[in-house]
């Protein structure tokens, strides 16, 4: 692996979170549950308490009424009838099992879904900063595999933990009630057990933390594989991309083979403990059956034996519900610190809600920086009037998407005042802002389905005319009729049986069917050939009368028409007027102008 691949490989915006394992955070990932307060939880526990009472009940039923009483006595009728109610007590505990368990799969399905639909919806309220930040193959990790690692705890283990903690209180009070010696014997040992399980599980949380972050790591490199593709393999980097994969994958193995060795290690732990404690059984409860004045019967015995095997089988099963447990802190770590995660762009709570806003502009002594390092705005001011047509022209980092960002709000400016309608952005409603603005990248995104579903979604309430009206106007209709299934051709993952022209124009066919006020085309028309250049053009020019537009573009020949052309560089205005003034002025615009007619010659 090269140093390239190495640097690649090392960096992660997921890095380990050392937190102690705490019971309030696991509260917060409980209180999910509490919607079912009221039905399916106090069912579940209410069967879990049948089944529970019934296993604490047998035992007794076997050893002092069965062995010391009816068989001792050779009481035929008393033993049918105790045979009789051990098989009533089963079948009362195997319905209640049936119960326990459907419920508690419902109840833990419903949290699931609950926790994901927050997850995700809190994320789509995330500003832009939070996503140039995280890769989504890490976010994706977080909304599937993450909650899916809490299916176990929620539909077994919250009742299980319940339900061992109660078997294991009972069983308790019925040794030390049965004989206190041997009960105290046998337990003597649960301290011992007790401090060496605490170091095991410190080791286990920590193995199954660097697994989800492991995970991370391999999501987002699938997620970028299989994106980049194309460029992979125009490069013939696909041995590179294995040489990388096989690294993560590498690493992904044996995070998995640590914790499951960690894990590995607990369980037989337990069944020597168990070993343990039935060999002290064997040895004292001989001994005091023997004793005349320990009162231990042959039947105590054996309810005493039956007893011992149910108390090391919840100890077990604590022992992988606290490995649940682990999973689920750390799972819910890297859960709770998405949702924890505070929109930048922040909405005040008296926040202006506008409606139908004329698209006046105004930046007043506007400053911003993406890293508070170097700054992409220095103090520039400017206004765009209502129904203007604004052209930004400038070279690669000049400032031009930074003011597109601004207007919509995906950004706040570190200093200065953006205006719309002589309202401070920073108090109007940000639903109600973008409702109102359209913005058309140069990398357009389709979503996967029809092309129809990808036009309605800049306004899904439209109806079918008004899409196709939209489409139309923008000259999609063109290619879209010649289509087998026309606007109801599945476009698949991000529209890849489309050409860059052909996703282009659907993206003006949605832009235009919201009807904004406001409409931003961000080099919108750099993958459009001449001639549908034309046609959009002639298009635009009637539908945005009426509509503040501001282009951003380095084609000069699509903004000679601009009311306004402003010129940045390093994120300060050199220049503005229209076309015909700064050609005259013979300054930056026109020397760009020039040099592109050059190229063009050549």
């Known amino acids: 692996m090269n140093d390239n691949v190495k640097k690649r490989f090392f960096y992660s915006t997921d890095q380990a979170i050392e937190k102690p394992f705490n019971w309030k955070q696991m509260l917060r990932l409980f209180s999910y549950m509490t919607p079912y307060a009221k039905n399916l939880l106090p069912l579940a526990i209410i069967t879990m308490l049948i089944s529970t009472a019934v296993r604490l009940i047998v035992p007794i039923v076997i050893g002092v009424y069965l062995m010391d009483h009816a068989i001792a006595n050779k009481d ?24 326990r368990i459907r419920w508690m799969n419902m109840l833990g399905q419903n949290v699931i879904y609950d926790i994901r639909k927050h997850l995700f919806t809190h994320v789509q309220g995330l500003s832009h900063r939070f996503f140039d930040q995280r890769s989504a193959g890490s976010i994706l990790v977080r909304i599937m595999n993450d909650i899916n690692s809490l299916q176990e705890l929620f539909t077994n283990g919250v009742i299980n933990l319940l339900m061992d903690f109660v078997l294991l209180i009972g069983i308790v009070v019925i040794l030390f009630a049965l004989s206190p010696e041997l ?15 605490t170091s095991l599980r410190r080791k286990i949380r920590r193995a199954w933390q660097d697994v989800r972050i492991k995970q991370a790591k391999l999501n987002s490199h699938l997620n970028e594989s299989i994106q980049g593709i194309r460029v992979t393999q125009s490069f013939t980097q696909e041995k590179e991309n294995m040489s990388f994969f096989d690294g993560i994958n590498t690493e992904n193995f044996l995070s998995w083979k640590n914790a499951t060795k960690q894990n590995a290690i607990f369980r037989p732990f337990v069944e020597m403990t168990n070993a343990v404690g039935t060999v002290i059984l064997i040895w004292l409860g001989a001994y005091l059956i023997q004793s005349p004045t320990s009162g231990l019967t042959v039947g105590v015995f054996v309810s005493f034996a ?62 911003f920086s993406y890293d508070e390092k170097r700054k992409a705005l220095n103090g520039i001011s400017l206004k765009m009037e209502a129904g203007q047509t604004v052209a930004l022209v ?40 973008r409702s109102q603005i359209s913005v058309v990248l ?32 923008v000259g999609a209709d063109t290619f879209i009729s010649k289509l087998k299934n026309g606007y109801d051709t599945e476009v698949e993952e991000r529209g890849n049986v489309l050409s860059v022209g ?17 409409i931003i085309l961000d080099e919108a028309t750099a993958s459009i050939d001449t001639e549908t250049e034309v046609q959009i053009q002639a298009a635009l020019r009637e539908l945005l009368k009426g509509r503040t537009a501001i282009i951003i573009a380095h084609r000069l020949s699509t903004i000679r028409e601009s009311d306004n052309i402003i010129v940045l560089d390093h994120g300060n205005i050199m220049e503005q007027g229209n076309h015909e003034q700064l050609m005259q002025h013979k300054g930056i615009y026109f020397n760009l102008v020039k040099a592109q007619f050059k190229m063009l010659d050549k």
């Open 442 to 473: 140069q990398d357009t995104f389709i979503f996967s389905g029809t092309i129809m579903d990808n036009i309605l979604f800049g306004r899904p309430n439209a109806s079918r005319e008004e899409a196709i009206s939209a489409a139309e106007a």
């Open 76 to 99: 035929v009728d008393l033993i049918i009838i105790l045979v009789a109610i051990i098989a009533g007590l089963y079948a009362l505990s195997y319905v209640a099992n049936v119960l």
């Open 306 to 367: 039956f007893y011992l095997g149910m108390f090391w089988e919840p100890i077990s099963r604590l022992g992988q519900v606290y490995n649940q447990l682990l999973v689920g802190m750390a799972s819910s770590e890297r859960i709770f610190e998405f949702l924890d995660e505070k929109p930048i762009v922040d909405e005040k709570e008296d926040a202006v809600h506008l409606e139908n806003i004329r698209g006046e502009i105004e930046f007043d002594n506007v400053e």
């Open 394 to 433: 400038g070279h690669t980092g000049s400032g031009k998407t930074t003011i597109a960002n601004l207007i919509s709000r995906f950004y706040d400016a570190t200093d200065g005042v953006v205006k719309i309608d002589g309202y401070n952005i920073r108090d109007v409603s940000v639903t109600s802002l």
């Open 183 to 197: 009960a105290a014997a046998i337990l003597i040992i649960l301290p011992i057990m007790f401090f060496i399980s």
């Open 502 to 518: 052909e996703r282009q124009l659907i993206s003006f066919a949605r832009a235009l069917l919201a009807d904004p006020r406001i």
